[in-house]
């Protein structure tokens, strides 16, 4: 009996250890499953990803509307210093796409915010994007001279000196200038003239090129201003005019000077934008005598907003301390549309989008200086961009249909400037 009882557990055993085994079809049928269900995921979680990416983004375009609604009427600040107003009022978590090309760190490229220890309201800018040259102008304090053909230690074939005359300075007569409206000028036919009346409140800057010894070299650039360009003094009796008047107490100018302003050959051009706030040196070239102008800059009155006839901080009202405050701020992934303006906007018309400069300065016919619109959209959610409009929307929509349209929508405000 307990051969039999012990032969019967061992068959038991047996039995039961069999009939629990997976056969080696049984597991690669399995394996097999995984592998389909792990395919399956790997091919839907990119589109998750991409889906979570984009709804970030627009998160992030209606928490900068938000931002600049500021419990009010819009307020916008102005686009060269949004950034620097976005990070003033708390709101920087929102300037970053999660992907964004964030290795471009400053609002416009070459260019880092204000120094700490710059009270001027003029910032140097890199030249346009079609152009691949480095910033030619080189701010300095003032200098004890700026004469010229002296062979002195401002010489140079690459650089434009540019320093402050006067800051504040409400003008007691009226200045004559050589440039007085937006536009192109490469010769005296083009040049505006006109005068800026006695009461105006401005800045003055002069820029000063002289090259080395008598060889001839040429020099291009750029500079922003806070507020608007209302005269350009670049010929030799205006500039011989206002040295007393404009000048700097502790510099010494080349009053009567001959040729120390532009010549009418084509050989100096220069462009004052849209919005009077950014000149374009498009090129200077000069041999032994060196080329020098006057920018004069109106500064906003009490209550203003300092908009005028350009783009308008609607309500923000901006003056050097603003600005100096804000600065042109750090990196982000969006860009502001340089012609909105509070005075004239249209809920339609562009406000932010995804850009790879932080301020969209888009040309409606092909003016020097303008951005290159489809080099520099950034299309980073499913080959749309996001963009926020002046009513608070915020849609995806393919490059081409941003492409400046009939009256320059969208980015053009009610009056179509």
Request: proline share 6%; glycine share 14%.
């Amino acid at each position: 009996m307990p051969g039999r009882r012990s032969g019967t557990s061992h068959e038991s055993c047996r039995g039961y250890g069999v009939q629990g085994a997976f056969t080696l079809a049984e597991v690669l049928v399995a394996v097999c499953l995984i592998a389909v269900l792990v395919a399956l995921l790997m091919s839907i979680i990119p589109a998750v990803w991409e889906t979570a990416y984009d709804a970030y983004c627009k998160h992030n375009l209606g928490q900068l509307y938000k931002a600049m609604h500021l419990g009010r009427d819009l307020a916008l600040p102005r686009p060269l210093y949004w950034v620097g107003f976005i990070e003033n009022v708390g709101a920087s978590g929102s300037l970053l796409c999660m992907k964004g090309d964030t290795s471009r760190a400053d609002p416009l490229p070459g260019r880092n915010s204000l120094p700490e220890n710059q009270d001027d309201e003029a910032t140097l800018p890199p030249l346009d994007s079609s152009s691949g040259a480095e910033q030619d102008v080189a701010a300095m304090d003032p200098p004890a001279s700026v004469a010229i053909g002296a062979g002195g230690a401002l010489e140079s074939n690459t650089l434009i000196r540019e320093f402050s005359e006067q800051k504040n300075l409400m003008l007691t007569t009226g200045i004559q200038v050589n440039i007085s409206a937006p536009g192109y000028y490469d010769s005296y036919a083009k040049m505006t003239g006109g005068t800026v009346a006695a009461g105006t409140r401005i800045n003055c800057y002069f820029l000063h090129f002289d090259p080395v010894g008598s060889s001839g070299a040429e020099v291009s650039g750029s500079m922003n201003f806070v507020g608007e360009i209302v005269g350009v003094i670049c010929r030799d009796a205006e500039l011989n005019a206002t040295d007393a008047v404009l000048g700097n107490p502790g510099t010494t100018y080349p009053t009567g000077t001959k040729s120390r302003g532009f010549e009418n050959s084509g050989q100096e051009i220069v462009t004052v934008s849209d919005d009077r706030h950014t000149l374009i040196i498009n090129r200077l070239y000069s041999t032994s005598v060196g080329e020098q102008m006057r920018v004069l800059v109106r500064l906003p009155g009490p209550g203003e907003t300092g908009g005028g006839s350009g783009g308008g901080s609607g309500g923000l009202a901006w003056d050097d301390e603003e600005a100096e405050d804000y600065g042109v701020g750090g990196p982000t992934s969006y860009a502001m549309n340089s012609r909105i303006s509070s005075a004239d906007v249209w809920p339609g018309q562009v406000l932010l989008l995804e850009y790879r400069r932080a301020v969209a300065d888009v040309g409606l016919d092909g003016t020097v200086g303008h951005d290159n619109l489809p080099a520099n959209l950034a299309a980073r959610h499913m080959g749309k961009v996001n963009v926020l409009f002046a009513d608070g929307a915020v849609r995806s929509l393919e490059p081409g249909d941003l492409l400046p349209g009939p009256g320059g929508a969208p980015w053009t405000g009610k009056s179509g400037k």
